[in-house]
């Protein structure tokens, strides 16, 4: 698919949504159509949780595509109806529940049973009559069809209403079917849930005496006292099964997980029907003789019509009927997912959506690339991006290098990731709007961005332009900006980031073979100067000859140092020396050569993120050597104190650098004719970029060329 959720209808939307199997809820920006003469929009003001919402986020019953918006019991005010709609006007309050579509002409929809229509559209997560998925109740606003919509009833609330959308249609539309619904009649319900209470209610409503039957003991109270049943049978316990047999006209059953249902046949009067309302997992266990013997009957049942829902709405107003709610605001909602799993409600989880519901800020569309969960896998995605502010610069994004940390972070294999992130930190692109207080900038000028897009400005660090070691810092994707919202990178059509943030691109300084210096160049020059390791006739080691390395060794060569380069693979050789002018080649794997270059070096950038011994590289270096890490291996190291304190040597680490020296980087390297060897490639070949990155293969960076390769819808 093409089309991003966010793009395929005019109007935006606003919601929680799951990305995977996780079920995780997180904010999603998507689209509504536009009003139809037959629509009615609606701002959604409560939202029930629905146990089937919480099969649906995990994918349980294997139908769910992502993102899905969950929530079908909907309730809000309407705010536009087109110029067909008949039965509403603005402001009326109105209910959506699990339908919002049906063909309208089959046998199930002329006579009122949209539920059976083989051609309905569901709420939430299937697709509509225009190809486009349909998004739940966990959202902004909803827009349905007019027959779709259900009046909502004077005096019934708003919120202990809403789960009577779903649970409520589904007990009472078995109760009427099955002829339930008389005064006298005795009816069981199996199942204290958010059905089976809601089932109870109607139940009474009717008039009929009711036996709860439940496996908890400790819901007689509530049942008896709480809900004004009039039996409680503990299912569990034999003696009170034997009691209950041949007692019940019909026997509603909620329950969803795996149960035996014989001694709820044996609980029938004859003529005695049990509907199953709850899926149960496992085939049922069904001896005919049990039906036979009695003339019973085993049916199921699933919610009911549009007629009937509106029916059962004002029957519920009538008789005082709501479910009972506890209220939450929107960002509670996986905790009440995860409490749900354990029946951990009373019994309806009901979203105080208008209240809590915050809509994205950012009114400037944007359009990138974006991972949307660990396979890493890249597709275009529709966001958007701040207005530009006083001190902000907006640029158009022309070339994007491909780092490492980006395959990392879009697999999510450091932890923090979050979905959906569009990655790129080495961005240059043109200026195309400037703030009114900016003042290095102007509209056409060649900028850059590194890493950071922010920091605190104010700390030590800040203050001694190191702002990459702010506490506080924003990293130029996938971190919390100031302003609450996401930062994504530059796999996208534009940025915009404070001043302070965007450097200046010198003149001579290429395009695209350049923008990687903006990560790689950075990380290496700034440990070269900070360690002194910038002077002519030092004697530099790097290590490992990939993005990084292959920038340090011409960072080096171009402070004038005699630059020995480390690595396993002995065919690098020729590049190392042919390639990037470096004065030696040592293969760490051969124990002569790295015997020979013992007590060489100065000082070693380690630009290796695989775990490597890094004992043979202390024993390279001169007395006061310096051995500096800027790739991160993921086990600890294994260093003797020994090799320190014979020779005063030292190990450290280093991170990219601060805005200050990134420019200063920048210059020196357009002063010296500093690139990236790169591999240009637009953005649609980034997945297999990254599997070649993945595999080394490639001479040394991919640089994606954004301005002429990705589309905008
Ligand atoms: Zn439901
Ligand atoms: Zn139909
Ligand atoms: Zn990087
Ligand atoms: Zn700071």
Redesign the pocket.
């Known amino acids: 698919m093409t089309t991003s959720p966010e793009s395929e209808h005019p109007i935006k939307a606003y919601g929680y949504a799951a990305r995977d199997t996780s079920g995780l809820l997180s904010p999603l920006t998507f689209s509504r159509r536009a009003t139809g003469e037959k629509d009615v929009r609606f701002k959604v003001l409560y939202c029930g949780i629905c146990h089937s919402d919480l099969h649906v986020v995990k994918n349980e019953w294997g139908f769910t595509k992502y993102p899905i918006t969950p929530g079908h019991e909907i309730v809000g005010v309407v705010t536009e109806v087109g110029s067909k709609v008949e039965k509403f006007k603005i402001g009326d309050k109105v209910g959506v529940g699990c339908l919002v579509g049906?063909?309208?002409?089959?046998q199930?929809?002329v006579t009122d049973y949209?539920q059976y229509?083989?051609?309905?559209v569901a709420t939430y997560g299937t697709p509509s009559y225009d190809g486009t998925q349909t998004y739940g109740g966990y959202s902004d606003h909803m827009v349905a069809d007019e027959h779709f919509v259900l009046r909502w009833p004077e005096n019934l609330p708003l919120d202990a209403g809403a789960p009577l959308l779903c649970a409520g249609i589904t007990t009472y539309s078995p109760l009427r079917y099955f002829g339930l619904d008389k005064p006298g009649t005795k009816v069981g319900v199996v199942g204290l849930g958010g059905l089976g209470h809601v089932a109870v209610k109607m139940a009474k409503a009717f008039g009929a005496e009711v036996t709860v039957f439940s496996t908890t003991p400790a819901k007689e109270k509530e049942a008896i006292e709480g809900l004004k049943a009039d039996h409680f049978i503990n299912s569990k316990d034999e003696h009170q099964m034997q009691a209950a047999r041949g007692t019940l006209d019909g026997i509603i059953d909620t329950v969803s997980g795996n149960h035996p249902i014989a001694p709820l046949l044996n609980a029938l009067t004859p003529h005695g029907k049990l509907v199953l309302v709850g899926l149960p997992e496992k085939p049922l266990d069904v001896s005919a003789f049990s039906l036979i013997m009695g003339r019973k009957t085993l049916a199921g049942s699933s919610i009911g019509g549009l007629k009937e829902t509106q029916e059962m709405l004002d029957f519920a107003a009538k008789h005082g009927i709501t479910a009972d709610i506890e209220i939450i605001p929107i960002d509670y909602v996986n905790t009440a997912m995860e409490r749900l799993v354990k029946s951990d409600v009373r019994y309806r989880f009901v979203i105080d959506v208008a209240n809590s519901i915050k809509a994205e800020k950012h009114p400037i569309k944007a359009y990138g690339y974006a991972a949307r969960d660990t396979s890493g896998l890249l597709s275009p995605l529709t966001f958007s991006r701040r207005a530009t502010g006083e001190k902000d610069v907006r640029f158009k994004v022309l070339y994007c290098g491909i780092c490492h940390s980006d395959l990392h972070v879009v697999k999510n294999e450091w932890g923090f990731t979050k979905y959906p992130i569009t990655p790129g930190h080495e961005i240059v692109g043109v200026v195309t709007e400037v703030g009114s207080k900016v003042e290095n900038f102007k509209i056409g000028d060649k900028v850059g961005v590194g890493c950071l897009v922010g920091s605190c400005r104010s700390c030590q660090s800040c203050a001694s332009d190191y702002e990459q070691y702010c506490d506080k810092q924003v990293q130029t994707y996938g971190f919390t900006n100031f302003d609450g919202t996401q930062t994504y990178g530059g796999y996208s059509d534009h940025m915009v980031s404070d001043e302070h943030f965007v450097l200046r691109w010198p003149e001579n300084l290429p395009l695209d073979s350049g923008a990687p210096l903006l990560c790689a160049g950075i990380t290496t020059y700034s440990p070269l100067k900070y360690f002194g390791l910038d002077k002519p006739g030092t004697k530099v080691g790097v290590v490992g000859l990939g993005g990084l390395g292959h920038v340090a060794v011409k960072m080096a060569k171009a402070f004038g140092a005699e630059v020995t380069v480390f690595s396993t693979s002995p065919a690098k050789e020729k590049e190392a020396i042919e390639g990037l002018k470096a004065d030696h080649f040592v293969n760490s794997k051969d124990e002569l050569q790295m015997q020979a270059a013992r007590g060489t070096l100065d000082g070693i950038i380690d630009t290796v993120s695989a775990n490597h011994p890094i004992a043979p590289l202390l024993n390279a270096l001169t007395p006061h050597g310096k051995l500096v890490l800027v790739g991160a291996p993921e086990k600890p190291l294994e260093v003797a104190a020994f090799s320190l304190i014979m020779g005063r040597k030292l190990v450290a680490g280093s991170n990219i650098g601060g805005i200050k020296e990134t420019q200063e980087m920048l210059d020196f390297a357009a002063k010296h004719g500093i690139t990236a060897d790169i591999e240009l490639i637009p953005i649609d070949y980034v997945n297999t970029a990254m599997e070649r990155l993945l595999k080394s293969d490639v001479r040394y960076r991919f640089v994606i060329d954004v301005a002429n390769s990705i589309k905008a819808e």
């Open positions: 049906s063909c309208r002409s089959c199930g929809c949209e229509c083989p051609k309905n």
